[in-house]
């Protein structure tokens, strides 16, 4: 069934995406879609850090169309007046001329107001990305399971998970997650991610970031318990 989102230039409907992101990593399944670049394309501008999981969804989108390009058709979007992505749409976008008519003939009907020159500027930046990313060979990524064990049964998980998802870099996506008993009133995060072959390793990911400081003070240790490639 098809998502839909409205209104994504108010604080109420980017509040509600974000709400939407919360337990989310992609805007439908479990990999990156032309339905994630259909509202990535359909913000005016980068959202703003208050918006903290769209934020983070949105830089690993931004990421992800530069490095290599979105490919996965997806479940189905649609954004309150804006068309879904399409493969004709990324490799022909509409001419100066067709925008410049459509301005005019839209000029009696103005919901929104007219955009700044800062929110035209980004979106010509996002449209040259997306239609960039069309063109880009697909790199090697690769799909990740980690289990990340805390220290004892005092350990605050949701504060582990959180510091293991502060984790930001080129070429990593944090996906879904769920605690797993272990035994003794201990639990362990189990945690998928997705990466850029050539921008991230896990291993360094792991001993470089994961089991340092600040994040172990949560994270007693880490382990891989599958690695696919995509």
């Known amino acids: 069934m098809a998502v839909a989102f409205h209104d994504l230039v108010s604080p109420a409907g980017l509040k509600k995406l974000d709400d939407y992101l919360l337990t989310r990593s992609y805007i439908t399944g479990y990999q990156a879609s032309k339905d994630d670049v259909t509202v990535y394309a359909a913000l005016p501008k ?12 949105f830089i ?12 996965a058709e997806g479940s189905g979007v649609t954004v309150e007046g804006f068309a879904s992505i399409t493969e004709e749409a990324i490799a022909t976008p509409p ?30 930046e996002r449209a040259a ?6 063109k880009k060979k697909e790199s090697g990524k690769s799909s990740v399971l980690l289990d990340v064990k805390p220290w004892d049964d005092e350990t605050d998980m949701k504060k582990l998970e959180e510091a293991v998802r502060s984790i930001q ?9 769920k605690l ?8 362990k995060l189990q945690i998928m991610l997705t990466i850029v072959d050539d921008l991230v390793s896990v291993d360094n990911l792991i001993e470089e970031h994961l089991t340092v400081e600040p994040v172990n003070e949560h994270v007693q240790s880490c382990d891989i318990v599958a690695f696919n490639k995509i």
């Open 46 to 57: 980068a959202p703003s850090s208050e918006f903290v999981n769209l934020s983070r969804w």
């Open 95 to 124: 001419a100066a001329d067709s925008k410049a008519a459509a301005a005019d003939d839209d000029d009696d009907v103005d919901l929104f107001g007219e955009e700044t020159e800062e929110e035209k500027k980004a979106a010509e």
């Open 169 to 177: 870099m080129e070429g990593l996506l944090w996906g879904a997650s």
């Open 60 to 71: 690993h989108i931004d990421a992800l169309l530069r490095i290599s390009g979105v490919s």
């Open 129 to 134: 990305a997306v239609k960039a990313s069309a």
């Open 180 to 187: 797993v008993p272990v035994g003794y009133g201990i639990k």
